[in-house]
């Protein structure tokens, strides 16, 4: 499977929780604090639940809870993906 790239993510958070008015997924959003970009932790297991689907990747609880940035969730997926390339 391929890697997660940021554009995906973005759609995949834009499918799971659309945008928040204040919100902006087309800036650099990297490092931003999901709770920043106007996504709280239901959102966040919804997009979870669509990464296991379309990558097969299957995170637990606990790393949904510590992947604060998009960073971070990009790095933990990527990182699984290779582990069973």
Do not use: K, W
């Not at 995906?8 to 902006?24: M, P």
């Not at 990297?30 to 979870?48: H, K, Q, R, V, W």
């Amino acid at each position: 499977m391929s890697e997660l790239r940021l554009t995906d993510l973005v759609t995949i958070l834009r499918e799971c929780a659309g945008e928040d008015e204040t919100s902006n997924l087309d800036g650099d959003i990297l490092d931003a604090e999901f709770g920043e970009l106007g996504y709280d932790s239901i959102a966040m297991l919804e997009t979870a639940s669509r990464i296991q689907i379309r990558y097969g990747v299957v995170l637990s609880d606990e790393e949904v809870a510590e992947a604060t940035s998009p960073r971070v969730l990009l790095h933990l997926v990527n990182r699984s993906l290779a582990e069973t390339a």
